[in-house]
């Protein structure tokens, strides 16, 4: 008896805004697959009936991924080719994803990248920042800890850094940027190849207010390239030139002691009662 020949899963990258921003070979393979596994079906129905595309599909989402994965994998070894799709961009970068291509991997089922949009590499090569080095942190943990451990890892980078953000958190996170990392420089894309696509550079503590009721979608990319060095010679520097130092940025006070705090590991009201008739 021979056996059942497996079916291929397709990691199908689509528009992230413009509809017309998805490759030939894209159109080709979902007119072609038997199943279209979608993070939101209402959303990838608009895209398939803008190119007059109709296929079965099947909704695949943070939140059922663990059992959608399973029947997709079931359905491919019984021979049925599947293109997984997410909302905008590329599957499995901050999106589903992942998890389907580790379990295809493991029943040595064929995975198939068909390339197209991602969010933050049209951010970086339209930012102005070094594209050498960059690293993509996607979306920030909410766990305070884990946060807190996130942007210390940050400090160390030395490199263009790149953040995905709610707008409704957006204004927070940079609070937490300036408060973490201090005024380091920044780009700030909105609706990336949509009506309203914008670009934002300068100083994070430009930012902080203006986005208070942000709407859309935003991609931070921080400039940490020199940060490293920054760092090292403010912590070799007396608090008072640490104080001078950060005025000179335009720092207000109260953030300026924290950032001397975490320099000199102290507590703030140490840093405080030194500074309080400044």
């Known amino acids: 008896m021979k056996n059942k020949?497996?079916?291929t899963i397709y990691l199908?990258?689509?528009p992230i805004g413009n509809l017309e921003d998805i490759t030939f070979r894209a159109i080709n393979i979902l007119k072609q697959v038997d199943l279209i596994a979608a993070e939101d079906t209402r959303h990838?129905?608009?895209?398939?009936n803008y190119y007059e595309i109709s296929k079965p599909l099947i909704s695949y989402h943070r939140h059922n991924e663990d059992v959608k994965t399973d029947i997709l994998i079931e359905k491919a070894l019984n021979g049925e080719n599947i293109a997984v799709v997410t909302d905008a961009g590329t599957p499995g970068i901050s999106d589903p994803g992942e998890e389907v291509v580790k379990?295809?991997?493991k029943n040595e089922i064929n995975?198939?990248?068909i390339p197209g949009s991602c969010a933050f590499v049209n951010a970086l090569i339209s930012s102005g920042l070094n594209t050498k080095k960059f690293c993509f942190y996607g979306f920030l943990p909410m766990n305070k800890k884990l946060r807190k451990d996130t942007f210390e890892k940050m400090r160390l980078e030395n490199k263009t850094v790149i953040i995905y953000e709610a707008p409704h958190k957006l204004s927070k996170t940079l609070k937490d940027i300036f408060e973490s990392l201090g005024d380091v420089s920044c780009v700030i894309a909105k609706e990336l190849t949509k009506i309203h696509e914008s670009f934002y550079r300068g100083k994070i503590s430009e930012f902080i207010n203006e986005f208070e009721n942000a709407k859309g979608?935003?991609?931070?990319l921080l400039d940490?390239?020199?940060l490293c060095e920054e760092i090292k010679d403010e912590e070799k520097k007396s608090i008072e030139e640490q104080y001078l130092f950060y005025e000179k940025q335009g720092i207000e006070k109260k953030e300026i002691?924290?950032?001397i705090a975490k320099n000199e590991k102290v507590p703030k009201n140490e840093i405080y009662k030194k500074f309080i008739n400044y």
């Not at 990838?44 to 398939?48: D, G, H, N, R, V």
């Open 5 to 7: 020949i497996k079916g």
């Open 111 to 113: 995975i198939v990248p």
């Open 103 to 105: 379990q295809a991997i």
């Open 44 to 48: 990838t129905l608009k895209l398939l």
């Open 257 to 259: 002691i924290k950032l």
């Open 12 to 14: 199908v990258a689509t």
């Open 217 to 220: 979608e935003y991609i931070i």
């Open 224 to 226: 940490l390239n020199d």
